[in-house]
């Protein structure tokens, strides 16, 4: 039998990827300049902990749900890629990152890697979880979109460089 990750096994991850962000956030928040951009950081520093806090709650409630063997080994192997192969690494820390950021425009580029990343998680994450929380895992995606649109935006606002 091909292996499949538990629901347990991807929160985690999912975990794991809020808590990257916030932390990544927070830093960028505390070496940016620009105000709005400053605000944009702290704003999404304050959403991934609501997100690390959902995902708390949702773990807490799957108990020992399996997901449906539908739920290939490819997408497993997946989930395992994307969660090593993100942005942060153990011997790279969000606030590595953060810190390599020359400008504002780098770290908002930077940011919106891990949206993305995080949006290509939460796609693939929904059969993974207890059916009750499908509409959860949806909600984190959607929030996830709206930070990328609003990265986006910031960086559309910034100066041109001189």
Do not use: W
């Not at 538990?6 to 999912?14: H, K, M, P, T």
């Not at 620009?34 to 807490?60: C, N, P």
């Amino acid at each position: 039998m091909p292996y499949v990750l538990r629901a347990d096994e991807v929160l985690s991850v999912g975990l794991r990827i809020e808590e990257n962000g916030r932390d990544f956030y927070a830093a960028c928040a505390r070496i940016v300049k620009d105000s709005a951009v400053r605000e944009t950081f702290a704003f999404l520093t304050t959403q991934e902990q609501q997100h690390i806090e959902h995902f708390r709650a949702i773990m807490r409630s799957g108990g020992s749900y399996k997901p449906p063997i539908e739920v290939a080994e490819e997408e497993a192997a997946f989930a395992r890629a994307l969660a090593d192969g993100s942005i942060f690494t153990p011997s790279f820390t969000p606030e590595m990152a953060a810190a390599q950021a020359e400008d504002e425009s780098a770290a908002l580029h930077m940011a919106i890697g891990v949206e993305k990343d995080s949006i290509i998680f939460y796609s693939h994450m929904e059969g993974f979880v207890p059916p009750t929380e499908q509409e959860a895992v949806r909600e984190l995606r959607r929030q996830e979109e709206m930070h990328l649109r609003l990265l986006t935006e910031r960086l559309t606002e910034l100066p041109p460089r001189s």
